[in-house]
């Protein structure tokens, strides 16, 4: 069955450095385009980075583009987000997704994995 199991959020003051990581596991990942998205409490799901299967392309929304790095490992069947100057707005449960999405979509809810906090406070 699909896995996806997201890692690494934690608490960091505002300024600082997270990396979070996705294990995959279940389906195609080399064959898979993945998402990163986040969620706040009482909130809807926001798309935060796309990156096509094999890496080549990437998109990122307009609120960390130039803070945030999606990569991946094909060969490990893992997903990364490498989030550096963080800010108390990027406070969330941050998800890893199977699909595409952009500014006004994300992956249904059926294909994401469990979430991973991240608390940018000082």
């Known amino acids: 069955d699909v896995q996806l199991q997201a890692s690494g959020g934690g608490l960091v003051q505002p300024g600082g450095s997270l990396t979070l990581s996705c294990a995959a596991s279940?389906?195609?990942?080399?064959?898979?385009?993945m998402t990163w998205l986040r969620q706040t409490p009482g909130q809807g799901p926001v798309w935060v980075s796309t990156m096509n299967t094999d890496g080549s392309r990437t998109a990122y929304s307009d609120s960390v583009k130039g803070r945030f790095t999606i990569t991946r490992d094909n060969t490990a069947n893992k997903l990364y987000l490498q989030m550096s100057n963080l800010k108390p707005e990027d406070t969330a449960m941050y998800y890893c997704a199977i699909g595409w999405g952009g500014p006004n979509s994300v992956p249904n809810r059926t294909y994401w994995g469990q979430g991973t906090q991240v608390t940018v406070s000082s």
């Open positions: 279940g389906f195609p990942f080399s064959l898979t385009p």
